[in-house]
T-cell receptor
Framework: EAQVTQNPRYLITVTGKKLTVTCSQNMNHEHMSWYRQDPGLGLRQIYYSMNVEVTDKGDVPEGYKVSRKEKRNFPLILESPSPNQTSLYFC??????????????FGSGTQLSVL | GDSVTQMEGPVTLSEEAFLTINCTYTATGYPSLFWYVQYPGEGLQLLLKATKADDKGSNKGFEATYRKETTSFHLEKGSVQVSDSAVYFCALSATSGTYKYIFGTGTRLKVLA
């Protein structure tokens, strides 16, 4: 089944404790991206990747890191989480990076709470 | 810069009522326009899309027409069901500078039996 898989679904952590949220897609998609969803703000892009080893900042990259060493995986790293990073996070992918009419496939989300 | 504005919710309707969720956009160039739906506890999934002016996207009884003259992409459904209760996001995809999607803030729809 074609899908984007995120783990974990729920995560509670404390300020400053490094964490990684994993994302994997099995559709051989070029483009992958991370979003955070906050009430009243909709989805905001954190980072995106046009292909392996090609990543760039989205609208809200501060406090986050990503890597794209393999085409299928795009982990989101919080080196020193803070309470303002408490949010619902989504990974998404699309087949091609340079086309504006591409559909995004989303993972099921990761609810992160930073205490 | 590019942006998407959609009506605030929540929108509460009775089953079989007519639905309109307004969406307007600002963009340079010729963006593609999308509606995504998010059911409780799930990720977003594409509902419909339109890639050029006057295109109409449709799916599951929902429709939206790409209106360049009014920069709008309003979502409509003639008769809603309880199962349509979800959050709806309007979005655009453009290449002004970098390839990216821009989402609206989402509109929560609740349909009562």
């Amino acid at each position: 089944e074609a899908q984007v898989t995120q783990n974990p679904r729920y995560l509670i952590t404390v300020t400053g404790k490094k964490l990684t949220v994993t994302c994997s897609q099995n559709m051989n998609h070029e483009h992958m991206s991370w979003y955070r969803q906050d009430p009243g703000l909709g989805l905001r892009q954190i980072y995106y990747s046009m292909n392996v080893e090609v990543t760039d900042k989205g609208d809200v990259p501060e406090g986050y890191k990503v890597s794209r060493k393999e085409k299928r995986n795009f982990p989101l790293i919080l080196e020193s989480p803070s309470p303002n990073q408490t949010s619902l996070y989504f990974c998404a992918s699309s087949l091609r990076s340079a086309a504006t009419n591409e559909k995004l496939f989303f993972g099921s989300g990761t609810q992160l709470s930073v205490l | 810069g590019d942006s998407v504005t959609q009506m605030e919710g929540p929108v509460t309707l009775s089953e079989e009522a007519f639905l309109t969720i307004n969406c307007t956009y600002t963009a340079t160039g010729y963006p593609s326009l999308f509606w995504y739906v998010q059911y409780p506890g799930e990720g977003l999934q594409l509902l419909l899309k339109a890639t050029k002016a006057d295109d109409k996207g449709s799916n599951k009884g929902f429709e939206a027409t790409y209106r360049k003259e009014t920069t709008s992409f309003h979502l409509e459904k003639g008769s809603v069901q309880v199962s349509d209760s979800a959050v709806y996001f309007c979005a655009l995809s453009a290449t002004s500078g970098t390839y990216k999607y821009i989402f609206g803030t989402g509109t929560r729809l609740k349909v009562l039996a």
